[in-house]
């Protein structure tokens, strides 16, 4: 097994399919080996985009078992995502045991090591073959997943805050993980590649003003105070998993923790004054990553040091990593042990 994998560039051997049709509901479940996938050039998800997805990761634990981290809270969201698109609903016990058996089917793919872990990519689409705009009566359930090593490898990151562009509005998808959230915050990721950041940082499409989230993370402050904030769920926020599990183990570590709108004018501001002294990002695949800098076309203002995670940024993490590979006990039951 490699020692570092790049990130999602490395399938395993296996993957689990399961399809739905409309009247006869899900069917055909199976473990096989990955390969191509054959589809009518009138699939539905090709031109009409009804497609969702999650984001796991398989551990190995201090126990020399293989785990994975709150797999019932991706599919309760894979759920609402599919509601939210018109898709069929999965059972919550079927998208575990298909989580499951894709990981048994390629254990041996688990790598060792602290930043290391198998990305488990569950997601739907519907090959329905028709042109016409309505929801689809055919689908395809598959899980995939590749080795990876750690999601940014140089310490903090720098964000570029979009003034261009917005990642949701209100009433719109935001609130659900599907391909085409993603796809509208490539040009503006681009845009931050550009003028020398890591991310991208997204506001609210309404007024424009307030933080909302990174290109595929959610976003957190903390303060000279010790206390933390991060953008509230409002439908145009994903419902990050990693997210609810920082609050949890924020509020158990005495934090004062608050879900509140904030300005990119304070969040400048703050940094400048030293009030905010660090900020950090969260999500399945970069876990938690400091926040060195956030730069926008007036310029760039460092947070803290501007070089890593800060006290209570690191003392979160370990917490986080420290619990999903069972260095620390599980209060929660949030670790699902699979071998």
């Known amino acids: 097994m490699m020692a570092d994998p790049a990130f999602g560039r490395v399938a395993t051997d296996h993957m689990v399919m399961i399809r739905y049709k409309e009247g006869k509901g899900w069917y055909d479940a199976q473990v096989m080996p990955r390969g191509p996938l054959t589809l009518d050039p009138s699939a ?29 809270a991706n599919a309760r969201r894979f759920q609402k995502s599919a509601e939210r698109m018109a898709m069929p609903v999965l059972p919550e016990k079927l998208f575990i045991e298909a989580v499951d058996q894709f990981v048994k089917a390629d254990a041996d793919w688990v790598p060792e090591g602290e930043s290391s872990s198998l990305y488990i990519r569950p997601f739907m689409f519907a090959n329905d073959a028709f042109l016409g705009v309505k929801p689809a009566s055919e689908y395809i359930f598959l899980v995939i997943g590749a080795p990876v090593g750690a999601y940014f490898s140089n310490g903090a990151v720098t964000v570029w805050v979009s003034e261009t562009y917005t990642r949701a509005a209100p009433g719109g998808t935001g609130a659900a993980k599907c391909g085409g959230n993603y796809a509208g915050s490539l040009l503006a990721q681009a845009e931050a590649k550009e003028h020398g950041c890591d991310q991208v940082v997204f506001l609210d499409a309404v007024k424009h003003r307030f933080v909302e989230e990174m290109g595929g993370m959610n976003v957190f402050f903390v303060f000279e105070d010790g206390s933390i904030a991060t953008p509230p769920l409002t439908g145009t926020i994903l419902p990050g998993i990693t997210r609810d599990s920082v609050l949890t183990i924020a509020r158990e570590q005495g934090l004062t923790v608050r879900e509140e709108p904030y300005a990119i004018d304070q969040w400048l501001e703050d940094a400048k004054s030293g009030r905010l002294t ?28 501007g070089t890593g995670a800060g006290q209570v940024t690191g003392a979160l993490r370990t917490a986080l990593l420290g619990t999903q590979r069972g260095r620390v006990a599980d209060t929660h039951g949030w670790v699902h042990r699979v071998v």
Do not use: W
Request: contains cysteine.
């Open 278 to 305: 660090e900020a950090f990002a969260c999500g399945t695949a970069a876990a938690i990553s400091p926040i060195g800098a956030v730069k926008t076309s007036a310029g760039e203002v460092k947070i803290g040091s």
């Open 44 to 72: 539905a998800v090709l031109h009409y985009a009804q497609e969702i997805f999650e984001g796991m990761k398989a551990f190995r634990t201090n126990e020399d078992g293989i785990a994975i981290f709150r797999p019932e």
